[in-house]
Nanobody
């Protein structure tokens, strides 16, 4: 089994910053893509950003220039630095990792979600 633990959400005023973290542990042989998604009330879950094993990054247009995704492979951790936050960034943020397990399976794992609320 693989466990993901997210941290770093909270309440911030518009224009402020937050940093999310997601640490993976358990039966991990290696981690492929790591990413962040978000889901606002009444909306579908959407991709925010993801980062490949080699460090290639992809961002949703709505966050380009404001959010930065990074990973620490030694710690099996992915980060999301969020700057210039806007009220429309309010959502529950979920990390997702693609893991090669020690049982030689390739599986997706999701974090428990962390609430980000941006006040105007």
């Amino acid at each position: 089994q693989v466990q993901l633990v997210e941290s770093g959400g909270g309440l911030v005023q518009a224009g402020g910053s937050l940093r999310l973290s997601c640490a993976a542990s358990g039966s991990i042989f290696s981690i492929n893509t790591m990413g962040w998604y978000r889901q606002a009330p009444g909306k579908q879950r959407e991709l925010v950003a993801h980062i490949s094993t080699g460090g290639s990054k992809n961002y949703a247009d709505s966050v380009k220039g404001r959010f930065t995704i990074s990973r620490d492979n030694a710690k099996n951790t992915v980060y999301l630095q969020m700057n210039s936050l806007k009220p429309e960034d309010t959502a529950v943020y979920y990390c997702k990792v693609v893991v090669v397990t020690t049982s030689w399976t390739l599986d997706d794992y999701w974090g428990q979600g962390t609430q980000v609320t941006v006040s105007s």
